[in-house]
């Protein structure tokens, strides 16, 4: 189609590059931007915006961060930015990128996870968005619990964390984004699969050193699992703040190995409880861990799978996956990737 229209474009042309911008490795300005398409003037934007959606708009895609969806289809996408952007280097060595806004001012083209037009730019679609409000509140579909979203304590392109509030005590909210952490046989990506996974684990688990499921909630084609928050803090974090990373041999010191002897212990003993009921810690990571009051809990169990059978329970979440939110427009092969694109004006 931009071969016939004389339009410019590019694309992801691998797996490995399709996997890597539907991971959680690439910057959230980045992600799900298969197809980027860049046309002459306006009015080819608006022409092209709706030439695809003739024909890709029942089409279920990746909704890229920074974007803003085409009537309301996912799968197209537009922003303003910088095609051929002005660089500048300032005093720190930073290369930044500049463009003009709408009132012939330049400005940084920052990519913020979420659309927003420059001073003085109007949107020639015509279409109305709204930047979201940092206190949502949306209800579960399992348990009808309250959660009132807070603030994002780590953004992740393939799904953020957030700090919610129910019943006026802090819990955790999980995104797992529609398409993110694609596979060749997962095209809608396996972030999903992965946070079902986690809640049947919290729900038919018996160990008690991990959070506790509350409920989830869809927004969109995206799942949210609310599970309690335990406050401490991680492996990571822990280490860093330890004075063994320090020279000497202090009483401070001595006081840190005894300590860190006590935490791997209790990681051995929460191991050894996972492991006797039956299965795996997928993803060992000292960000997975946390340690509160001297007790250590695993609170990511998205990878945590049955011994011999790492992929029961996504095997059942695959199914309930599949027949939820499979695409509306079935011309495609039940294998091929549905991409997600993006335009400029």
Same mark, same amino acid.
């Given at each position: 189609i931009c071969q016939k229209w004389k339009t410019n474009y590019k694309f992801i042309d691998t797996i490995e590059g399709y996997k890597l911008f539907t991971s959680k490795n690439v910057p959230s300005s980045q992600f799900g931007k298969i197809i980027t398409i860049y046309p002459n003037n306006i009015q080819e934007f608006i022409n092209l915006l709706n030439y695809f959606y003739e024909y890709f708009g029942k089409l279920k895609g990746m909704i890229v961060p920074t974007d803003h969806i085409f009537r309301g289809s996912t799968i197209i996408n537009y922003r303003y930015g910088g095609i051929n952007p002005i660089v500048k280097i300032n005093e720190e060595n930073d290369i930044k990128s500049y463009i003009f806004d709408g009132n012939g001012n330049l400005t940084e083209d920052v990519r913020k996870p979420y659309f927003e037009l420059l001073s003085g730019m109007v949107n020639p679609i015509k279409e109305k968005y709204t930047v979201q409000s940092p206190a949502l509140t949306f209800k579960g579909e399992e348990n009808g619990t309250v959660v009132k979203i807070k603030k994002i304590i780590r953004q992740i392109a393939s799904g953020n964390i957030y700090l919610g509030e129910v019943n006026k005590k802090e819990v955790i909210v999980k995104?797992?984004?529609? %398409?993110? $952490?694609? !596979? !060749?046989?997962?095209?809608?990506? #396996?972030?999903? $699969? $992965?946070?079902?996974?986690?809640?049947l684990f919290l729900i038919k688990s018996k160990i008690k050193n991990i959070p506790e499921y509350i409920d989830y909630f869809t927004l969109g084609d995206d799942y949210f699992l609310i599970e309690s928050k335990i406050d401490g803090i991680n492996l990571r974090k822990y280490s860093a703040l330890s004075d063994l990373v320090k020279p000497g041999n202090s009483n401070k010191q001595k006081e840190n190995i005894s300590k860190l002897n006590l935490i791997f212990y209790k990681l051995k003993q929460l191991q050894d409880r996972i492991h006797e009921q039956g299965f795996i810690i997928g993803d060992v990571s000292p960000d997975n861990f946390v340690i509160s009051? +001297?007790? *250590?809990?695993? *609170?990511?169990? !998205? #990878?945590?799978?049955?011994?011999? /059978?790492?992929?029961?329970?996504?095997? $059942?979440? #695959?199914?309930?996956?599949?027949?939820?939110? @499979?695409?509306?427009?079935? +011309?495609?092969?039940? /294998? +091929?990737? @549905?991409? %997600?694109?993006t335009m400029f004006w």
């Open positions: 995104q797992a984004k529609f %398409g993110a $952490l694609a !596979e !060749e046989n997962s095209p809608y990506g #396996t972030a999903i $699969l $992965l946070k079902k996974n986690e809640r009051h +001297d007790k *250590v809990y695993l *609170v990511d169990c !998205e #990878t945590v799978h049955p011994i011999g /059978d790492k992929r029961k329970y996504l095997k $059942l979440d #695959t199914k309930i996956f599949a027949n939820n939110i @499979k695409p509306d427009c079935c +011309d495609y092969q039940k /294998d +091929d990737y @549905k991409l %997600g694109m």
